[in-house]
């Protein structure tokens, strides 16, 4: 079972925008609205941020924002801040139920 | 307040068996999904096992298909994971967290799973 496919790193400057993409198949991305993104800072348990596809559970920043086009998802973080520098991880589910991970992507701001 | 607290994490030979258990606290094991996830040291999140809330539909990732069983016990609102035939790359910093819409929406702290001899 191969994973989903995030570029390893990403980097912005304070106030900018940057987009994490995170490509699958028809078997899982994009046949399916189940992508949800986490985001993880060192030594810390992952956070959901989205779910299905453009979800923010309550409390999460509308500075995060999440889109699927075909077989590739993306993460869009709006006016960087230092507290965004951390490894981001998208996952979705996938056909004859199982769920996959994509290898994770390093933000630097 | 919904939370998932993982243990029996251990340091354990190449071969040996572990139970790791996630007693959870906020909602009940008959409503919610639940999943376990691992992480290796400093490297990504891989998910390995889903129990949905009816208790009888299990699935796992290929890398611990044969080897890893789930359980459950409602009555205490914990959930294991029975891990068998342990290999040196099972070692883990290992997650349960619970299912909504297909996301992982709330996990552990997690437990450490160490294979050496």
């Known amino acids: 079972q191969s994973g989903l496919t995030q570029p390893a790193s990403v980097s912005g400057s304070p106030g900018q925008s940057i987009t994490i993409s995170c490509t699958g198949t028809?078997?899982?991305?994009?046949?399916?609205?189940?992508v949800s993104w986490y985001q993880q800072h060192p030594g810390r348990v992952p956070k959901l941020i989205i779910f299905?596809?453009?979800q923010r559970p309550s409390g999460v920043s509308t500075r995060f924002f999440g889109s699927k086009s075909g077989n590739t998802a993306s993460l869009t973080i709006s006016g960087l801040q230092a507290e965004d520098e951390c490894t981001y991880y998208c996952?979705?589910?996938?056909?004859?139920?199982?769920?996959?991970f994509g290898g994770g992507t390093k933000v630097t701001v | 307040q919904v939370q998932l607290v993982e243990s029996g994490g251990d340091v354990v030979q190449p071969g040996g068996s572990l139970r790791l258990s996630c007693a959870v606290s906020?909602?009940?094991?008959?409503?919610?999904?639940v999943h376990w996830v691992r992480q290796a040291p400093g490297q990504g999140l891989e998910w390995l096992a889903f129990?949905?809330?009816?208790?009888?539909?299990?699935v796992f990732a290929d890398s611990v298909k044969g080897r890893f069983t789930m359980s459950r016990d409602v009555s205490m609102n914990t959930l294991y994971l029975q891990m068998n035939g342990l290999r040196p790359e099972d070692t883990a910093l290992y997650y349960c967290?619970?299912?909504?819409?297909?996301?992982?929406?709330?996990w552990g702290q997690g437990t450490v799973v160490t294979v050496s001899s």
């Open positions: 299905d596809v453009a």
């Open positions: 906020g909602f009940t094991l008959t409503s919610y999904g």
């Open positions: 129990m949905r809330n009816d208790g009888s539909h299990k």
């Open positions: 028809s078997s899982d991305v994009g046949g399916y609205d189940y």
């Open positions: 967290a619970r299912d909504v819409s297909d996301a992982f929406e709330v």
């Open positions: 996952a979705s589910y996938r056909r004859s139920n199982l769920w996959v």
